[in-house]
């Protein structure tokens, strides 16, 4: 069965510090697609990145990059010299069809404090 | 481009009572979804939708739960009667996703709906 886990459930880090959000994911299927989202205060969730199984190539998006190990069923996001505006709590979702048809399932989520 | 509109914002019920919530997605996207996510929670499907039709509605509780995207574009969701468990945040996401293989969603602000 498929399963997100995020077991960072908040971290607090200081403004400037880099801080890395792990997420390991289970699935029996060859093709999956992965996501982060982040959930600022307001509650809309925004989309940040979706990664498909066969590209483990890591991206990089400003100060934001995410690392793909397909060995160690990871998908981490990595924030560098963070800002309080990053606070925010990130999900990480997987999303895979051996059903048949596609499921989605977001992680618990972590919830980020970037303090001044 | 308008994102994802959903109404109300916030609902106060009482158990036993009906409530409807309202989405409507972005301009051309075939693929809706409703979900809830309760406090600390991630989001957890309700529905999807590929134009008209329901495509995986198997974590919708049909007994009380019902859902309705007429024509392809806004959709509603209904609960009836409410109970003290259904108090939770109702989020309505779109994407466009012709091919049902997982692409990226855009949530709406959601409706936090308080069932007393």
Redesign the interface.
């Known amino acids: 069965a498929q399963k997100?886990t995020q077991a960072q459930t908040e971290i607090s880090v200081v403004e400037k510090e880099d801080v890395t959000l792990d997420c390991v994911y289970e699935t029996r299927d060859t093709t999956?697609?992965l996501?982060w989202?982040k959930q600022p205060p307001?509650?809309?969730?925004?989309?940040l990145i979706?990664r498909n199984s066969f590209d483990e190539q890591n991206e990089i998006s400003g100060r934001y990059s995410w690392n793909f190990q397909k060995s160690t069923s990871s998908f981490n996001f990595t924030i560098t010299a963070s800002q309080v505006v990053d606070s925010a709590v990130y999900?990480c979702?997987l999303?895979?069809?051996s059903t048949g048809?596609?499921?989605?399932i977001?992680?618990?989520?972590t919830r980020l404090k970037v303090l001044a | 481009e308008a994102g994802v509109v959903q109404s109300p914002r916030y609902k106060i019920i009482e158990k036993k009572q009906p409530v409807a919530f309202w989405c409507n997605p972005i301009s051309g996207h075939n693929t809706l979804y409703w979900y809830r996510q309760n406090l600390g929670q991630g989001p957890e499907l309700l529905i999807r939708y590929e134009n008209e039709e329901a495509v995986d509605d198997s974590q919708l509780p049909k007994d009380r739960f019902s859902a309705e995207r007429l024509k392809g574009v806004d959709s509603t969701l209904k609960i009836q009667p409410a109970e003290l468990g259904d108090s939770a945040v109702y989020l309505c996401a779109s994407s466009f996703d012709p091919g049902g293989e997982g692409y990226e969603q855009y949530f709406g602000p959601g409706t936090r709906l308080t069932v007393t």
């Open positions: 997100v999956y697609y996501f989202y307001s509650g809309e969730l925004v989309f979706r999900f979702a999303s895979e069809a048809t596609y499921k989605y977001f992680g618990t989520g």
